[in-house]
């Protein structure tokens, strides 16, 4: 708790329901730049995905050498001809005598075919694993024999072939994956949640068909944060931590590891806002490096005691006022961390004993109706806008609908600051660097 004590903040969010319609705040998460801080972290709600659909139990193990469509199996012969015939047409493959839409036709089409070629192969090595065949072919370990002919590594190989056994369990997963609507990343996400949460891979097929894995992971957590109890999960969180280093080929130290959100995001919010500060002063020149680059130096200053406090909110904790006179939240209530997901009553309780309460909120509504007229953003103004969209507080998000960005987000004046818009509570939003762009472009098509 050291590193996050006195940058607690603590909301009675009774004070702050008539913010509504206003824009969402901003939050930039640390863990998508140093890898490490990730996986127990996250965001609640929509515990509705996880009633519906029931879950279809099959024996483990048993084959299923019928495709769902009830079709006969191709001739393994025809799959093989089909394939050699389709992969000299790709070697002749020239994207510069199309037009960039049928590139992106292309594109498409393969990434697809893609998807549907891995899921078939994962299980056609599954089904010759199971028998031995690796052996015959001088491979002791299945692994072994299955990343060295998809030149990938042997944990994605062993991960692939187990996702794709699991997925045969469930019927609509592993439709997906021969329809190549998933990739094997989102297959084992879906399954590894569906095994957590029954019943709730249908609407996570949903948001893995019309998204990347970034954000499907996203609404994954959402799920399985929403299915415990939120004394279950902080256990299961506390079991979970861990922090492990290792030497790369180039030498260099290299570190994953896990943390209980009530530590993690406060390390995580001050390595970000350390690496912001140094960015802003390597200036233009050193912006060609990335991001990232600038979190490790921000980490190493932390870790030295070296970092500058910024002095703003690090960890905000929204809870519903008479949740934290009770004790305890009940059904509807807020008590989460944000950026974080939920806590138990108990624990904001124990956290804010030993550390300094900035009570957002208690100015937080006169704070909403601070205006003034100067680019630079007050930061009480900053720390209510980074809880998120009330009533749900999840943190910041792009304000674009659909876009949902998390990372590289920046404010925007939502009526232009040339054209007289405040640097207020309601006229500021977040939105991600492309979106924020194309914002300004139109915005100075307009003035
Ligand atoms: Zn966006």
């Not at 992106?104 to 990434?111: G, I, R, T, Y």
């Not at 140094?278 to 979190?295: D, I, M, N």
Request: net charge positive; glycine share 10%.
């Amino acid at each position: 708790m050291s590193l996050v004590a006195g940058y607690v903040g603590l909301l009675q969010t009774e004070r702050v329901v008539p913010w509504a319609k206003s824009p969402p705040g901003r939050y930039r998460r640390v863990e998508d730049h140093v890898g490490s801080v990730a996986a127990t972290g996250g965001i609640v709600s929509s515990a509705g995905t996880t009633t519906g659909a029931n879950t279809v139990t099959s024996p483990v193990g048993a084959a299923a050498p019928t495709n769902n469509a009830g079709a006969p199996s191709p001739a393994p012969a025809a799959i093989s001809q089909a394939a050699e015939d389709f992969r000299r047409l790709l070697a002749g493959f020239e994207p510069d005598e199309l037009t960039p839409s049928s590139c992106a036709d292309v594109a498409e089409a393969l990434a697809k075919t893609e998807m549907a070629c891995a899921a078939a192969r994962a299980r056609a090595a599954a089904r010759a694993a199971r028998a031995g065949e690796h052996r015959r072919r001088g491979f002791a370990d299945v692994q072994d024999w299955l990343s060295s002919r998809t030149g990938s590594t042997m944990g994605k190989a062993r991960a692939e072939m187990e996702t794709s056994r699991e997925a045969e369990k469930h019927p609509a997963i592993a439709d997906a994956l021969r329809q190549g609507e998933v990739s094997l990343s989102q297959a084992e996400e879906v399954v590894r949640v569906e095994r957590e949460v029954p019943g709730s891979a249908e609407a996570l097929l949903e948001v893995a068909r019309r998204s990347g894995l970034g954000q499907l992971r996203e609404e994954a957590r959402k799920v399985t944060l929403g299915s415990l109890a939120p004394e279950d999960l902080e256990r299961r969180q506390h079991q979970a931590r861990h922090f492990r280093h290792w030497r790369d080929a180039l030498g260099m130290v290299c570190f994953s590891g896990a943390l209980p959100p009530d530590v993690g995001v406060g390390i995580a919010n001050r390595v970000d806002a350390e690496a912001a500060r140094l960015r802003r002063e390597v200036g233009p020149e050193g912006k060609s490096e990335p991001f990232e680059a600038h979190a490790a130096d921000a980490l190493v200053k932390l870790l030295q005691g070296q970092g500058e406090g910024s002095g703003r909110t690090e960890v905000v904790i929204v809870v519903d006022l008479s949740a934290y006179r009770r004790g305890h939240a009940h059904p509807g209530e807020l008590s989460h961390i944000v950026g974080g997901g939920p806590v138990p009553v108990r624990s904001v309780k124990e956290v804010m004993k030993d550390a300094f309460v900035k009570a957002v909120v208690h100015e937080g509504v006169k704070v909403l109706r601070v205006k003034h007229f100067g680019r630079h953003m007050k930061a009480e103004i900053r720390t209510a806008l980074e809880l998120g969209q009330p009533p749900g507080f999840e943190g910041a998000k792009c304000s674009l609908p659909g876009c949902d960005r998390r990372y590289s987000l920046e404010w925007d004046h939502v009526r232009p600051f040339s054209r007289h818009g405040p640097t207020s509570y309601d006229n500021m939003q977040p939105l991600c660097k492309p979106h924020h762009w194309e914002k300004t472009q139109r915005d100075k098509g307009v003035s």
